[in-house]
């Protein structure tokens, strides 16, 4: 079972990085403009977190077998109507339905180790499903990367059907069915959030791109946050309401301080992982000219430890009690950010990043299994639905955040070093390119153009053999300063885990788990008491 669960939980996940790799093979086969483009991305995303609340209550409505079961149909029959697009919108269109079968599938695989491990054995479970949540991201420009080499950017997609279909199979053979808990949806909680979180979440990933301002003549950046923040504060009024009415989020739940607690520790952690991944990513192509493929290599490593280091994690987490050990992961993780901030150099090699990756990794491992053990530790199986839905959302929503707020502190701190290294520079270009020069930097610095010198100095019409004139030079600026304006920005990460391991103290000590499980909690649902203790 628990294979099964991570099988889809990895093929859910993995699509979230995956379409970066293939985005050059898309613009030219489709004709995709740049805003299509950024659709085609983040679709999915939108989707996928804007409705994670309401796949988590269906699995309590219709039985969590039943709705991970119908997410892999979906997701699955998705990727080949992503494959077989023949437009943009075609594209589009499948990304935002991938993303409705992953919000069916990935709030059930947290509930279902909830509900099926007895407690002294969870802790190893989320080990590995967290190895697992680890891994996939980093994954994506790999197997992106080798499928767009030796094939097309359809395989990216493809890939996905013989998956879904294997995990379609031992689904249906090997997950038990559970309770179902509470016959009935909330119709106003589903809209209220939904419309919220996709207001929210679509100014945070659209924000930079529209310099946080107006969109068009009637919406604006800061509209949409205000409008969808207070469409979600009418949500928890309207939670609060109907508490004792099957709400589609039990806020009890929050009632419990360590419950609290984790929520924002996850939201602090997948902020950080966000916000190294993009700069990294982009230092590692744009300054040290890695290809796609050579970055993910060099990703690589700190995954594959974490994926090792979490079951153990895990397991003496479920052994010795997890709240120091995520403290200590904690630490270890804001500690391989600032080694990775004092050895990035315009010239480092691939080995000298390599301390600072792998001490990262090793706190991941050490981080990841114990969240998610406390988070859900305490929690019945009545609230489990509930519960995986707020921790899969604060997963997705801490993402998206730290990818928005990195993506503009990034952008600040480059363009004031670019524009005073550019400066400085140009008495060292003839004359004759020197203001072409000068305006390909400012291109980069205000974002007009992408992170890439010579697409700066073609995209201004400079000709080509004046571009190989200064080519050089500006890919030296633009190297230095990269690397100068890394460790700032990587300051952000790191003091978000440090925060978040002074919060962890404040975990309860109730940390260690009995020899034998407990009985599980089965008041109040709509099959007998049994069910939940046949399928432990």
Same mark, same amino acid.
């Given at each position: 079972?628990?294979?099964?669960?991570?099988?889809?939980?990895?093929?859910?996940?993995?699509?979230?990085?995956?379409?970066?790799?293939?985005?050059?093979?898309?613009?030219?086969?489709?004709?995709?403009?740049?805003?299509?483009?950024?659709?085609?991305?983040?679709?999915?995303?939108?989707?996928?977190?804007?409705?994670?609340?309401?796949?988590?209550?269906?699995?309590?409505?219709?039985?969590?077998?039943?709705?991970?079961?119908?997410?892999?149909?979906?997701?699955?029959?998705?990727?080949?109507?992503?494959?077989?697009?023949?437009?943009?919108?075609?594209?589009?269109?499948?990304?935002?339905?991938?993303?409705?079968?992953?919000?069916?599938?990935?709030?059930?695989?947290?509930?279902?180790?909830?509900?099926?491990?007895?407690?002294?054995?969870?802790?190893?479970?989320?080990?590995?499903?967290?190895?697992?949540?680890?891994?996939?991201?980093?994954?994506?420009?790999?197997?992106?990367?080798?499928?767009?080499?030796?094939?097309?950017?359809?395989?990216?997609?493809?890939?996905?059907?013989?998956?879904?279909?294997?995990?379609?199979?031992?689904?249906?053979?090997?997950?038990?069915?559970?309770?179902?808990?509470?016959?009935?949806?909330?119709?106003?909680?589903?809209?209220?959030?939904?419309?919220?979180?996709?207001?929210?979440?679509?100014?945070?990933?659209?924000?930079?791109?529209?310099?946080?301002?107006?969109?068009?003549?009637?919406?604006?950046?800061?509209?949409?946050?205000?409008?969808?923040?207070?469409?979600?504060?009418?949500?928890?009024?309207?939670?609060?309401?109907?508490?004792?009415?099957?709400?589609?989020?039990?806020?009890?739940?929050?009632?419990?301080?360590?419950?609290?607690?984790?929520?924002?520790?996850?939201?602090?952690?997948?902020?950080?992982?966000?916000?190294?991944?993009?700069?990294?990513?982009?230092?590692?192509?744009?300054?040290?000219?890695?290809?796609?493929?050579?970055?993910?290599?060099?990703?690589?490593?700190?995954?594959?430890?974490?994926?090792?280091?979490?079951?153990?994690?895990?397991?003496?987490?479920?052994?010795?009690?997890?709240?120091?050990?995520?403290?200590?992961?904690? %630490?270890?993780?804001? @500690?391989?950010?600032?080694?990775?901030?004092?050895? #990035? &150099? !315009?010239?480092?090699?691939? +080995?000298? $990043?390599?301390?600072?990756?792998?001490?990262?990794?090793?706190?991941?491992?050490?981080?990841?299994?114990?969240?998610?053990?406390?988070?859900?530790?305490?929690?019945?199986?009545?609230?489990?639905?509930?519960?995986?839905?707020?921790?899969?959302?604060?997963?997705?929503?801490?993402?998206?955040?730290?990818?928005?707020?990195?993506?503009?502190?990034?952008?600040?701190?480059?363009?004031?070093?670019?524009?005073?290294?550019?400066?400085?520079?140009?008495?060292?270009?003839?004359?004759?390119?020197?203001?072409?020069?000068?305006?390909?930097?400012?291109?980069?610095?205000?974002?007009?153009?992408?992170?890439?010198?010579?697409?700066?100095?073609?995209?201004?019409?400079?000709?080509?053999?004046?571009?190989?004139? %200064?080519?050089?030079? @500006?890919?030296?600026?633009?190297?230095?300063?990269? #690397? &100068? !304006?890394?460790?700032?920005? +990587?300051? $952000?990460?790191?003091?978000?885990?440090?925060?978040?391991?002074?919060?962890?103290?404040?975990?309860?000590?109730?940390?260690?788990?009995?020899?034998?499980?407990?009985?599980?909690?089965?008041?109040?649902?709509?099959?007998?008491?049994?069910?939940?203790?046949?399928?432990?």
């Amino acid at each position: 079972m628990l294979v099964t669960l991570c099988l889809g939980f990895f093929m859910v996940l993995l699509d979230t990085t995956i379409v970066n790799i293939a985005i050059p093979s898309l613009t030219a086969d489709l004709g995709a403009s740049f805003d299509e483009i950024l659709w085609i991305v983040n679709a999915y995303t939108l989707v996928f977190a804007a409705l994670l609340l309401v796949g988590s209550r269906l699995g309590d409505v219709l039985g969590r077998r039943t709705v991970l079961i119908t997410g892999v149909l979906v997701f699955t029959a998705a990727s080949l109507l992503c494959g077989l697009a023949q437009t943009s919108a075609q594209l589009i269109g499948a990304r935002a339905l991938q993303g409705v079968g992953g919000m069916l599938l990935l709030p059930q695989t947290l509930a279902l180790i909830t509900m099926v491990f007895p407690r002294e054995k969870r802790g190893t479970a989320f080990g590995v499903w967290s190895g697992v949540a680890g891994l996939a991201p980093v994954a994506g420009p790999i197997v992106g990367g080798v499928l767009v080499d030796n094939g097309s950017w359809r395989w990216i997609f493809y890939v996905n059907v013989p998956i879904g279909l294997a995990v379609l199979a031992l689904a249906v053979l090997v997950i038990p069915a559970t309770p179902r808990i509470g016959r009935s949806m909330d119709p106003l909680g589903a809209l209220l959030s939904t419309v919220g979180l996709t207001a929210v979440i679509y100014a945070l990933i659209e924000g930079e791109r529209y310099d946080w301002g107006r969109i068009n003549a009637v919406f604006s950046i800061p509209l949409l946050l205000g409008a969808g923040l207070l469409l979600l504060a009418l949500f928890v009024a309207d939670q609060w309401r109907r508490r004792d009415r099957n709400p589609l989020l039990p806020l009890s739940l929050f009632a419990g301080r360590d419950f609290s607690v984790m929520a924002f520790v996850t939201t602090a952690v997948l902020f950080s992982v966000a916000a190294l991944l993009l700069p990294l990513t982009l230092y590692l192509q744009s300054v040290l000219g890695l290809s796609p493929l050579q970055a993910g290599l060099v990703l690589a490593p700190p995954s594959i430890v974490q994926l090792l280091i979490a079951p153990f994690a895990g397991k003496l987490a479920d052994r010795v009690g997890g709240k120091f050990i995520l403290f200590g992961g904690l %630490v270890l993780f804001a @500690a391989g950010f600032g080694i990775l901030a004092a050895t #990035a &150099e !315009a010239d480092s090699s691939r +080995l000298s $990043l390599m301390p600072g990756l792998l001490v990262a990794g090793v706190g991941m491992g050490a981080v990841f299994a114990p969240m998610n053990t406390l988070a859900m530790r305490g929690v019945t199986v009545q609230m489990a639905g509930a519960a995986s839905g707020v921790i899969s959302l604060a997963r997705q929503f801490g993402a998206v955040l730290g990818g928005a707020a990195v993506g503009a502190l990034l952008q600040s701190q480059l363009s004031s070093r670019i524009v005073v290294a550019a400066s400085d520079r140009a008495g060292e270009v003839p004359p004759g390119v020197r203001d072409g020069f000068v305006a390909a930097m400012h291109s980069i610095a205000d974002g007009s153009s992408s992170f890439s010198p010579l697409a700066a100095l073609a995209r201004l019409g400079i000709p080509e053999a004046q571009r190989a004139q %200064v080519g050089a030079l @500006a890919s030296e600026v633009f190297g230095r300063s990269f #690397a &100068e !304006a890394l460790p700032p920005t +990587l300051l $952000l990460p790191i003091a978000t885990l440090v925060v978040a391991a002074l919060l962890c103290l404040l975990l309860s000590n109730r940390d260690a788990v009995p020899a034998t499980p407990e009985r599980p909690e089965t008041e109040d649902v709509t099959e007998p008491a049994t069910a939940v203790q046949q399928v432990r």
